[in-house]
């Protein structure tokens, strides 16, 4: 948080110098500077009113607060309300058609934030020339500010899958154009894949969680090929090609799943998760997902969820 403030502020600081000073800008930056003040002196998070802590996802989304929520005035609390309920339904706005039959590839997911926004990030896409493209990924920190980074990491893949269709290429480009639009302590992990009809599918794994594939009932997971996005601005990235044939699944998920833990601090694991969906593969995606999630459940128990949770599920079917 700290690296952040002080890169706001000398932002802000430059744009000032380049642009012009306005009242606005000059108090911006002296309530950062207060913001790196309670920092040094260990006061920052705590509430002025109470002297209790501020609450953690109320904080991240808005670092310069001096006060918890319980102290706003009602009419701020309704501001924030209704920011929160309009930030959810745009979210909500650009996810994919939860159930779909693509050119011989059924698929669901199943999507599940933590609070009203997620920083889980799924979107599929149908090109002219008659490829499927998807881009499932995690991006760093919760609420309200990861999940613009979501929506920007939306509107850029739509944009440049415009412009090139190879994927090393399309992931590449998006980890410059994201290294210079966001701050350099975010960061996105991302699978971007290519399905066509034929089960050929190419991946690329930015750093996300290993993928699962069960082919011919044997399950296998695809390691990542590159770095997260936003890590450098050079990053390379290569392709993992492979064909699916009629029943094989492709499994893809966030580790809100693998790293939920229950009352006694176990992980679920990815050992875990990978005995399930071999012996449960040969169901529809919409029930592979279901005995996934009540399987989670069972092991979470009265443990509370930390993380967004995020699934997706391809089964290859005959065309």
């Not at 679920?268 to 529809?284: F, H, K, M, N, T």
Request: one cysteine or more.
């Amino acid at each position: 948080m700290q690296a952040q403030l002080l890169q706001r502020r000398d932002r802000l600081q430059e744009f000032i110098r380049e642009e012009r000073k306005t009242p606005q800008l000059v108090r911006l930056v002296q309530e950062v500077e207060s913001a790196l003040e309670r920092m040094n002196d260990g006061s920052y998070g705590i509430c002025e009113v109470c002297h209790e802590t501020i609450e953690e996802e109320y904080l991240r989304s808005e670092p310069l607060v001096r006060i918890c929520l319980s102290h706003l005035s009602e009419t701020q609390q309704r501001a924030i309300e209704r920011d929160l309920q309009l930030a959810s339904e745009i979210q909500s706005k650009l996810l994919p058609i939860h159930d779909l039959t693509i050119d011989g590839w059924e698929t669901s997911y199943h999507y599940a934030p933590l609070g009203p926004v997620s920083g889980d990030y799924c979107d599929i896409v149908k090109t002219d020339d008659g490829s499927t493209y998807f881009f499932f990924g995690d991006v760093s920190g919760k609420g309200v500010a990861a999940s613009l980074l979501v929506s920007h990491l939306h509107a850029m893949f739509r944009t440049l899958l415009s412009t090139s269709h190879k994927l090393d290429e399309l992931v590449a480009r998006a980890n410059r154009l994201f290294c210079e639009s966001t701050l350099s302590a975010n960061f996105a992990t991302l699978v971007c894949g290519k399905l066509d009809k034929s089960g050929n599918v190419e991946l690329c794994n930015a750093g996300h969680c290993y993928p699962l594939v069960v082919k011919s009932g044997q399950i296998r997971s695809i390691e990542s090929t590159g770095l997260p996005l936003g890590t450098f601005f050079n990053s390379e990235y290569q392709l993992t090609s492979f064909r699916l044939s009629n029943n094989d699944v492709l499994f893809l998920y966030t580790d809100g799943l693998t790293e939920c833990t229950n009352e006694q601090g176990e992980e679920y694991s990815e050992a875990q998760l990978s005995a399930l969906v071999s012996r449960e593969s040969d169901r529809a995606p919409q029930e592979l997902l279901r005995i996934c999630v009540d399987d989670l459940t069972r092991f979470r128990s009265k443990a509370q969820r930390t993380d967004d949770l995020t699934i997706m599920v391809f089964r290859k079917t005959a065309c």
